[in-house]
């Protein structure tokens, strides 16, 4: 019995969700009994990793480098997952819902056949079988899944399985894959974003959202400022009515038809509350509303909620958070 | 171009969902259906195409019940050409929703498969590159931008800080994400002359599933929060709780 984690990286260096899906195969593997594999597809060099993933309960890491896996290689990493998978026959398989992880897995899930539970928050082993809870109607509900066939296919939520350190010599194994050629149709090139320095709204620690109230695209300097302030692990979300109209771009919306987020704070500035911007928030630990309308839906799910004009409330707030911070 | 998009009926966004008496399933009652909002972007896509190529036809195909005709029928009147139902229960295992649709598409003429990057139901985002492993075909998945220069398609997607450009050559699928286009409104002619469109019923079944839904929860209430005051003087208590009760600064 086994259990396996595709460990993504970028340009050779882990990410944060690769040391999240260790954790959540854990979680697995300690359940059902067995060993935990961790699937390291990267450039050349990127072997240096594994200790790194025996750090946070990696049993052994099979690595595979080639050029062609520095960025996202769909179908060559798909391939050299599969032949992992394959000759391991595991349990269950865990990947990041992360943009990579999210088109990876149901590629490999059609190849073997498997059952796939998507943007899990939450996994258990009941009776030697794995079971997932996972969000569906953006959140307004949540389903517990069962696999009916083997391995389970899980992609866990970014933010769901903050990294744990079980230490231990994680045992390394080069995997040689052969390329096919004829496989490799896709030619995928990586393009940084202009705000590469920030979180994406879905991993980041803290997100100031931002929205109509916020009366202008010219207005958002204040939010910026506020980010600023909590620091680089925050970032800007934004509400449907502002994307819609235009201010922000599609990346920063948060709610049913933008990004799930589940961060540690989450800042309402100047959004109501829709019931499908709820849907993309109200997982966060923490919420604060910020809103001139005491009758705003979105103060029946604040933590914390003050009621007045966010033009006056947000220069002060960032001024007491920087105060504050600098104190630390 | 010869395009298919694949669509799906779901819950308008604004459906507050009640769970039924079963315990895995919603409660239809009062809920209003509406196309997949991301299926819009598909479509808009898929005509806009095949206007440019000067020729061609947009198909859009549904896996679902005789009630997913009407999800046709809106497909067709924003100017889809013919639409195929393939009657059969989905199930929440996207593999088995996609393998009846790979089956469906593989004996038709295609240069490209258009998806919304996901059903607002499920939640899956797994169809599309399901559908694509199981055609034998180059995907992009969660596309804002798509350029097509006569067998070459390139498509930029959303990750995590910034955009993946994918190129490869048709045949392929892609999945579109909101932002790729502004989707057109059905006119009243294009209403109309949906009613009239070919529709044409297959069946196929009911859909595998490797997965099954053993219980669906309402999400966790949220304890109940506190207004700490008005304007910016309750200000320096909001910093005082965020780092002494919820220790988050």
């Known amino acids: 019995m086994s259990v396996i984690v595709f460990a993504e990286q970028r340009e050779g260096a882990l990410r944060q969700t690769a040391l999240e899906a260790v954790t959540a195969g854990r ?19 990127v072997r240096d990793q594994a200790a790194e993933l025996g750090r946070y309960g990696a049993d052994r890491v099979v690595v595979a480098s080639s050029d062609a896996f520095a960025g996202y290689a769909p179908e060559g990493m798909t391939d050299a997952l599969v032949k992992v998978i394959e000759e391991g026959s595991p349990k269950a398989v865990v990947f990041s819902a992360s943009a990579m992880g ?9 190849r073997l056949k498997a059952g796939l539970a998507t943007d899990v928050t939450e996994i258990s082993v009941e009776g030697g079988q794995v079971q997932a ?22 992609s866990v939520r970014p933010k769901a399985y903050p990294p744990i350190e079980e230490p231990r010599e994680a045992r390394v194994e080069e995997l040689s894959i052969g390329l096919d050629p004829a496989r490799q149709r896709m030619r995928v090139r990586r393009v940084e974003g202009e705000s590469a320095e920030r979180p994406d709204v879905a991993e980041a620690d803290i997100v100031v959202s931002g929205g109509r109230g916020m009366q202008g695209p010219e207005n958002w300097t204040l939010l910026e400022d506020l980010v600023d302030a909590l620091g680089p692990s925050a970032a800007l979300g934004a509400s449907r009515a502002v994307v819609d109209a235009g201010w922000r771009p599609h990346s920063e919306q948060v709610g049913q038809t933008g990004k799930v987020v589940s961060p540690q704070v989450y800042f309402a500035i100047g959004i109501s509350g829709a019931i499908q911007h709820q849907a993309g928030m109200r997982t966060a630990k923490c919420i604060v509303a910020v809103n001139r309308d005491a009758e705003a839906p979105i103060f029946k799910l604040a933590t914390y909620g003050i009621v007045g004009d966010v033009f006056e409330i947000l220069p002060r707030l960032t001024e007491e ?6 104190e630390d | ?25 919603i409660d239809p009652a009062g809920v209003k259906f509406v196309l997949n909002p991301y299926d819009e972007f598909a479509i808009e896509e898929a005509l806009v195409l095949k206007e440019r190529a000067g020729a061609g036809t947009v198909a859009v195909m549904t896996l679902g019940g005789e009630e ?6 809106t497909a067709l009147a924003m100017g889809a050409d013919t639409a195929v139902l393939l009657k059969g229960a989905p199930s929440p295992d996207g593999l088995g929703t996609a393998e009846k649709l790979a089956d469906a598409i593989s004996g038709r003429e295609y240069d490209l498969i258009l998806f919304g990057k996901q059903g607002i139901d499920d939640d899956n985002l797994q169809v599309p590159a399901m559908v694509a492993e199981l055609l034998g075909l180059p995907c992009a998945t969660v596309v804002v931008d798509l350029q097509i220069d006569g067998e070459r398609v390139r498509a930029k997607r959303e990750v995590e800080g910034g955009h993946e450009v994918a190129e490869f050559d048709l045949p392929g699928v892609i999945s579109a994400q909101k932002g ?9 002619k294009g209403i109309m002359m949906a009613k009239k469109k070919p529709l044409e019923e297959v069946e196929v079944g009911d859909a595998a599933a490797r997965v099954e839904i053993k ?9 109940v929060g506190e207004i700490l005051g008005e304007g910016p003087a309750a200000v320096p208590e909001l910093v005082r709780r965020l780092r002494e009760e919820a220790k988050a600064l």
Do not use: H
């Open chain 2, 1 to 25: 171009m010869n395009i298919i998009v694949c669509v799906k009926r779901v819950p308008d966004s604004e459906t507050r969902i009640k769970i039924s008496e079963d315990g895995v399933s």
């Open chain 1, 27 to 45: 979680v697995i593997t300690d359940g059902l009994g067995g060993e935990l594999t961790a699937v390291l597809l990267g450039p050349p060099g």
């Open chain 2, 215 to 223: 219980e669906l929860m309402p999400p966790a209430e949220r304890a």
């Open chain 2, 180 to 188: 790729l286009n502004e989707p057109r409104y059905a006119s009243l």
């Open chain 1, 102 to 110: 999210k088109d990876l897995s149901p590629r490999v899930a059609a």
């Open chain 1, 133 to 154: 809870i996972r969000p569906v109607y953006a959140g307004k509900a949540f389903a517990r899944i069962g696999f009916t066939a083997e391995p389970a296919l899980l």
């Open chain 2, 68 to 73: 997913a005709k009407e999800t046709l029928r």
């Open chain 1, 321 to 326: 958070i920087r105060a504050a911070r600098s």
